[in-house]
């Protein structure tokens, strides 16, 4: 895919080494994209010593600590990222917020704050990337965002997540039919359960029997089809959201 060399990716929620987030800036980079990566609230040393492992694989990288709840924040972010590696072509939406809550505990602030990062900053960080966008023949846009699998089947206890990550398969379904006459797709990645330093050793043993490749997923697999929707081999793909689950069993 040496197609996206020195192109410049936006990857937002990448916040430890062993994130769904970091896999995509890892992959990315391996095949030449520089990467501007946000986070928040993440150990003090982490963006230096991972914007030194991207650099160490030959492409640029910058870096912003950035809340999401921040009205302001995807002007914010397309500002810098533009002035430290010029126009972005691609944007991964990979940050969310997420707490447990259930009916009995389900209350305004908490949808507040879920969709506060899980819609309202996707939403405005896709739009405004795609405002600024630059029309070429030579490369296009991609947009790529992050869902759990919310049509899949029910996430109990998670009422608020469920309803703004799911708001997030429609946005990208009638976004992907309004950008298209730019050159931009838009596309959803549900990855599944992905080991990405959250499972216990119980929640492994629990859901692994669910997998029926005989495996639990981890960030590398949601990675590897980011950086194929990215690439101009999936020129052609749009509106979609895939499901890349290892044919996890839903119960």
Known sequence: MSQLLNQAAIVTGVSHHKGIGAAICRKLASEGVNIFFTYWQADPNWPVQFQKELVALGVQSKYLEIDLSDPDSPMKILDAAESQLGQPTILINNAAHSL?????????????????????????????????????????????????????????????????????????????????????????????????????????????????????????????????????????ITGQVINSEGGFLRR
Not at 110 to 117: E, F, R
Not at 171 to 193: C, K, Q, R, Y
Not at 229 to 234: F, K, R, T, V
């Open 100 to 236: 447990s809550d259930g009916y009995m505990n389900l209350d305004a602030k908490l949808l507040d704050d879920h969709y506060a990062v899980n819609m309202r900053a996707t939403i405005l960080l896709s739009v405004e990337f795609a405002k600024r966008f630059k029309k070429s023949d030579k490369v296009s846009g991609r947009i790529i965002n992050l869902t759990s699998g919310q049509a899949q089947g029910p996430m109990i206890g998670e009422l608020a997540y469920v309803a703004t990550k799911g708001a997030i398969s429609a946005f990208t379904l009638s976004l992907s039919a309004e950008l298209a006459p730019l050159g931009i797709t838009v596309n959803a990645v549900n990855p599944g359960p992905t080991d990405s330093g959250w499972m216990s050793e119980e929640i492994k043993q629990a859901l692994l029997p669910r997998f029926l490749m005989g495996r639990i997923g981890v960030p590398d697999d949601a990675a590897r089809l980011v950086a194929f929707l990215a690439s101009s081999e999936a020129q052609w």
